[in-house]
Each structure stands twice: as structure tokens, then as C-alpha cells.
């Protein structure tokens, strides 16, 4: 096979974010373009998946420079399976876009945006060096700052404001974090770095320096105690785009903290690790206190991404084989489920013109539906087994217990507890009751709604109840992160 493939899941977002802009006026030609490219890049990472699998980990020298000298994409198990279901989730994102966003928004180029999004999302997971990471963050982010102020509501802009000063001050750092790495090592591709850094050993400014991209990182990722820019931002924006954010965004910052302190930052895990570690548990801490506090449903699946973000890096501290492994199965579950739970918010906002609990009641007796799918989600979401979330933090929590972590790991297992009340707040107080509905939308209109949140809840449910049949390519991507040698050989092979 051709290993310019691996190219395609960047480049045919990106063409297709450009084709879109020239027909901004054009809705139909919008949906159908953008509909049959997502198809299309959902089917190549498809591919990628497979062959990965049976033949592991492939990379592409871009423009033919060896690495460590020329830009380089790689495609591992975790980093195409993690393409995978950002596919995914922006298909499902667009089925809903279709139905809600009107034409007054999609001819401001709001399909390009999400196009846009894609690319450098995409581009962040196959990418094979830290400054080509920034680049795709910058692609990222200035789509996502077109998006979350797309609409022009107060709350849109003032949020914005916020969001484009965090994420500007985030970038800058970013660069001085790349300058400093670059001034030690002398290479910025992501293999040769892990065997420079070895080299030099445990040393202060090496520790510096990973502190910097634990930093820059954790503040897209949102954990403890850099989360604070977040609720107000995923906030404002519309379902879709909020689905978009919480599923993809955050979890691209967890990506990059889960590849350089696997590949590259290993040389004092002692310090480092039990870092992330704290910060993990603090982080989901704070996320099942802010969820259990709101009573806007909005807010509290919002805080409930802190617990996600919390419960995926704590498995990665532990760097054993269970912890590994766990959160792989869990970011990905992750990244379905809050796609999923935002777009269900975004249709009982669609009933009901509002995400506060004290403004409506007894959805379910007009819609068990969309009652009985946020049941299913919300049980997911706290990893009741047999459901996509009991696995991967069952397997987060054997880690701790391997590495002697009792009181951390017991903390990440309690938190279920905590979610689920969360969650089921919801579900007692908005669906179950007295039906009071202001109702906004016709039934009939609220109900072309359902598909995509169907298609994510089967995903789910498959992902749950097939364990079996995807736990060797989890298995797979855990071993690329375990045992970082399998990544630098299959990189720098000549």
C-alpha cells in the first residue's frame, strides 16, 4: 500500500472546508458536499484502522525528507482509531447541523468551519513532530474561534473574548515551549526526541520544560486547575458546535499529554507521572462538584468532561499495561458519549427553548424516546456495566491498584457515583414528573433530530457490548504506548 494515504483524513477536510466557501450561498450543495466527504474520510480511516492492524504502525516522510529532518505523519493504532471517531462525531454533528442550523448561519461559512475543524483535529492525531502539532492546534483553533462566536449572541461574544485570550496566551506558550526543546535536543520530531531526551537523562531543565507542555497542553485539555475558561465557552455556543468542542477539542489536549509523556517525558516518571496524577484526581474532583451543583443540564454534562479529562490522564499516570489500555477504551468512549449527551441537550433545547431544570418537567411522556436514549447515555457516562464506560475505567482503576495508588484510584471509582447522580438529576427532574413543557418546536420537527443521537447511542452500545471484537485493537494501541521503541523504529526505520 501506498502510504500516502494517511494524508487523506487532513487533506480531504481541508479541500473540502475550501470548495465549501465558494458555495456559501448554496445550502444544499453545502450539506451534500460536506455529508459525502465525512463519508468518504470515515471509510478511509476505516482502511487505516484495519491495516494498521494487520500490518502496525505506518508513517509518510512528506514531500520524501527523511525523518528527523522533514515533516513526518504516523498513523499508530491509538492515533488512527482516535481519527476514527472524530469522523465520527463530526458526521454525527453535521446530520444534526442539517436539521437545526438555518440558512442564515450555514451561508456565514459554517460548514467550512467545521470542515476546518476537522483538518487540524485530524492533523493533531497523525502528526510525527511537536512543531507541526502547533501548526494543527493553530488550524484548531482559529476554526473553533469562528464557530463559537458563529450566531453573534452577547453571551457567543463575550465568551469569545475569553476563549480567544486563554487559547492566545496557551499558543505563545506553545512556541517558547517548542524553542526551549529544540535549543536542548536539537530535533523536534516526536521519535528522535525520545531517544535525545534519554540521553540526557534526568535533569532539571528537561523536568522544565515538560512542565511547560504539561501546561500548554492541559489548558485545551481543561484540567486542574486550567478548566476555568471552559464552562462559559462550551456554554454559549449552539448544541452542535458544544458537541463538537467537548468531544474533540478537549480530548486532543489529552492526546498530546498521553503522547509526550509516553514517548518523550519518561526520563523522571517518579515526579512527573505522580504529577499528572494528582492533577487527574483533582481535576475529576472538581468536574463532579461543578456537575452535581448546576441544575442547567448544559453545565452539567459541561463539568462532567473535567471528570472524563480526569479519569483518561490518571489511567495514563499509572503507565502500566491495565492503566494504558483503560484509557484508550475510555477516550474513545468518551469522545462518543459527550457527542452524544450535547446533542441530546441540543434537542430538549429545541423542545423546550431552555437547559434549566426548573423551566420544564416530564419530558418523557411526550417523548420517551428521547427519554429512554438519555437514560441508556447517562448510565454510560458512569460506567454501569455492561455500557462503553465500565470497561475502560475498570481497567483505569486496576492500574492504580497495580502502582500502589489506593486513594487515587479509589477516588476514580467513587466518582462514578457522583456522575451518575449527576446525570440522573437530570433524568428524574427533566423527563420523569409533572409534564410542564413550553414548548417551542412541532413534535414532528424535534423528532428529525433523533437520527444522529441514535447513531451515536448504537455506536455506543456496540462499543459497550462487543468488547471482544475491538479489545485487540485497543490491546494494540496500548502496546504503542507502552513500549515507545515500536513507535521511534517504525519513524526512524532507516
Known amino acids: 500500500m501506498n502510504n500516502n494515504i494517511i494524508i487523506l483524513p487532513i487533506i480531504i477536510p481541508m479541500i473540502t472546508a475550501v470548495l465549501l466557501i465558494f458555495f456559501n450561498k448554496q445550502e444544499k450543495v453545502q450539506k451534500y458536499l460536506s455529508a459525502v466527504s465525512s463519508v468518504i474520510n470515515i471509510g478511509i480511516s476505516v482502511f487505516l484502522v484495519h491495516y494498521v492492524h494487520t500490518n502496525g504502525i505506518i508513517s509518510l516522510e512528506v514531500g520524501d525528507w527523511k525523518a528527523p529532518f522533514g515533516i513526518v505523519l504516523v498513523a499508530d493504532m491509538y492515533a488512527i482509531l482516535l481519527v476514527l471517531t472524530a469522523n465520527i462525531i463530526v458526521f454525527a454533528c453535521l446530520l444534526f447541523s442539517y436539521k437545526i442550523v438555518d440558512y442564515n448561519r450555514s451561508k456565514f461559512f459554517y460548514y467550512s468551519g467545521v470542515m476546518f475543524l476537522l483538518t487540524g483535529v485530524s492533523g493533531a492525531f497523525l502528526t510525527g513532530d511537536l512543531f507541526n502539532l502547533f501548526v494543527f492546534y493553530e488550524v484548531m483553533l482559529m476554526s473553533s474561534y469562528f464557530l463559537i462566536v458563529h450566531g453573534n449572541s452577547k453571551p457567543q461574544l463575550r465568551e469569545t473574548i475569553k476563549y480567544i485570550l486563554v487559547n492566545v496566551i496557551s499558543s505563545a506558550l506553545f512556541v517558547i515551549s517548542v524553542a526551549f526543546l529544540y535549543a536542548v535536543t536539537g530535533t523536534l520530531n516526536m521519535a528522535d526526541l525520545s531517544l535525545r531526551v534519554a540521553e540526557l537523562g534526568s535533569s532539571g531543565i528537561i523536568a522544565a520544560i515538560s512542565i511547560m507542555y504539561l501546561i500548554v497542553f492541559g489548558l485545551k485539555g481543561a484540567i486542574f486547575p486550567l478548566f476555568f475558561w471552559m464552562p462559559g465557552s462550551y456554554q ?25 509523556f509516553t514517548l518523550i517525558f519518561l526520563q523522571d516518571i517518579a515526579f512527573t507521572h505522580t504529577f499528572i496524577a494528582w492533577l487527574a484526581v483533582l481535576t475529576i474532583i472538581f468536574g463532579v462538584i461543578g456537575a452535581i451543583s448546576f441544575s442547567d443540564i448544559k453545565q452539567i454534562v459541561i463539568y462532567n468532561i473535567l471528570t472524563g479529562v480526569g479519569v483518561i490522564l490518571f489511567g495514563v499516570s499509572t503507565m502500566t499495561e491495565s492503566g494504558l489500555e483503560g484509557s484508550v477504551y475510555y477516550m474513545i468512549h468518551d469522545m462518543i458519549i459527550k457527542g452524544l449527551l450535547f446533542l441530546l441537550v441540543g434537542i430538549v433545547f429545541s423542545i423546550t427553548g431552555t437547559t434549566n431544570l426548573d423551566k420544564f418537567s416530564g419530558l418523557i411522556k411526550k417523548y420517551p424516546t428521547l427519554g429512554w436514549m438519555f437514560f441508556i447515555a447517562a448510565l454510560a457516562l458512569a460506567g454501569i456495566p455492561p455500557l462503553s464506560g465500565f470497561i475502560g475505567k475498570l481497567k483505569i482503576v486496576q492500574g492504580g491498584f497495580e502502582q500502589g495508588e489506593f486513594v487515587l484510584a479509589f477516588v476514580v471509582l467513587l466518582s462514578s457515583l457522583l456522575v451518575l447522580y449527576s446525570v440522573m438529576k437530570i433524568f428524574i427532574n427533566g423527563f420523569w414528573g409533572e409534564e410542564k413543557i413550553p414548548q417551542v418546536r412541532k413534535t414532528s420537527q424535534v423528532k428529525s433530530l433523533y437520527v444522529p443521537a441514535v447513531f451515536l447511542l448504537a455506536l455506543s452500545l456496540f462499543y459497550g457490548l462487543g468488547t471482544e471484537f475491538i479489545s485487540s485493537y485497543i490491546k494494540q494501541a496500548e502496546q504503542v504506548l507502552l513500549s515507545p521503541d515500536l513507535y521511534i523504529e517504525a519513524v526512524l526505520k532507516e
Open 236 to 260: 454559549a455556543p449552539p448544541a452542535a458546535v458544544t458537541a463538537l468542542f467537548g468531544a474533540l477539542l478537549t480530548k486532543v489536549g489529552v492526546y498530546s499529554i498521553t503522547r509526550v
